[in-house]
């Protein structure tokens, strides 16, 4: 697909979507911090409508009860996709899910145990990414909460200025862009299908979106509280499984380059992202 086709029918999108913003949130075991994930959610300051798409991945503690509690007292806000059986560990991804369930103009996302520390951060982005058409996402810093909860300031993990089209689509820009931080236009109906395999979304999205513009750095509308949880589902992983979740993700990466035949981005991708990778994996 040509970026000014994969523009024209993510425009063609935003003049029939019915929200403005798509809010999703993936959550697993998050009875401590679900409620504080979801209070700063809606106590948003935000002129336009919006939704929140919960996906509970079949808890067993008491985040169900607690999500339905949220539910009763917020109808037409706040919808549960709740799983019988967990699915993260068969290795069905929970994003695409969200992602189909989205109907927003735009979509932003945050983690169960995650926490948006601004009550402006979605106005501030949704009225940038209105006003200047040519970037496809905007992020913001991120804090780092420990598991005593308090905030480390040297624990950031995203990149702190813009990233341009060419840096995304050449998916090497230097940095993390973490999906709580981002709203972007919703592209949800264009994702290829790799997305739909990648082990790492947040490694993922930013450089798909490097087809639609650039990404802003807006540091008014942050931060984010990037919860260091033992238990979450990337931190919880052995230094061996975080190595091979990279490894897969840039291996899904390097087959979506090949299917697009782009061998010049593929020859430049092997080369700077995903053989240092295979060394570092291999020399474990």
Known sequence: ?????????????QTVAPIKVSIL?????????ISDCLNAIITQKTRFSMEIIVHDDA?????PEILK??????????????????IFNTGQKVWPILHRAAKGEYIAYCDGDDIWLNQSKIQLQVDFLEKYIDYSFS????VGITTNGSFDDHRSLNLDRDISAEELLSFNFGG???????????????????FNLTPNGDMFMPALLGLFGAGKYL???????????PQGMFLSKSANNKMRTVLRTRLMILVYLLRSE?????KKFVEQNLMPTLRQWYQA
């Not at 037409?76 to 967990?86: D, E, F």
């Not at 992020?139 to 991120?142: P, T």
């Not at 862009?177 to 290829?192: Q, T």
């Open 59 to 63: 808890s067993t503690d008491a985040t």
């Open 262 to 266: 782009d061998d010049k981005r593929s």
């Open 176 to 194: 993390s862009v973490l999906f709580g931080s981002m709203v972007h236009r919703n592209i949800s109906g264009l994702l290829p299908p790799e």
């Open 69 to 86: 509690k949220y539910v009763d007292q917020y109808p037409g806000l706040i919808s549960v996709i709740c799983q019988s059986k967990n």
């Open 139 to 142: 992020f913001h810093a991120s």
């Open 1 to 13: 697909m040509t970026r000014d086709n994969a523009v024209a029918m993510m425009k063609k999108f």
């Open 219 to 229: 540091h008014a509308a942050g931060p984010l509280g990037y919860r260091n949880n």
């Open 25 to 33: 949130v993936a959550t697993y075991n998050h009875e401590k911090f």
